[in-house]
């Protein structure tokens, strides 16, 4: 009887593990969730790529998506402005759309005008761009990422 006793509260628990474990989506390659560090940025006129900038002197910048989540930091030892953002994000089609909560004060006054940072979105396994238009619907920079986790 104690054997049978602690079989059965063996599989309640198994199954009260799977049962949690299967709520959460699990993170494949072709996906926006991990951690990036932007590798580049592709200055657009007349939507063709015209100059590329390249992270130089100690510049970088991670964005990190969890479910339904992103938080990203830059460090410019150029900049004495702090610049980093949290809030929430959505992949629709082919657009990527940002919405932060809080932000360094710097960023905070972006948000101020710009409630919610629209990008047309380019994902590959470990590589994604985020691509910004002008008011004319013209491409003039992308923030090209790869993913590091």
């Known amino acids: ?7 059965a509260c063996g599989l309640i628990v198994a ?3 799977i049962s949690a474990s299967s709520d959460e989506k699990p993170i494949t390659l072709h996906s926006l969730e991990g951690v990036w560090e932007l590798q580049h940025q592709f200055i657009f006129e007349n939507n063709e790529v015209q100059d590329t900038l390249y992270n130089l002197g100690g510049y970088r910048q991670v964005k990190m998506y969890s479910r339904g989540r992103v938080m990203w930091s830059r460090f410019n030892p150029v900049d004495t402005d702090e610049w ?25 006054k972006i948000v101020d005008t710009v409630q919610v940072f629209r990008f047309e979105l380019e994902l590959e396994d470990d590589t994604y761009s985020q691509i910004s238009f002008d008011s004319d ?6 923030e090209n990422y790869k993913r590091i986790e």
């Open 1 to 7: 009887m104690k054997k049978v006793s602690l079989i």
């Open 15 to 17: 199954i009260i593990c």
């Open 84 to 108: 980093f953002g949290y809030g929430t994000y959505k992949i629709s089609d082919n657009t990527l759309e940002e919405q932060l909560e809080y932000a360094s004060n710097a960023m905070m």
């Open 137 to 142: 619907g013209n491409k003039y920079v992308s």
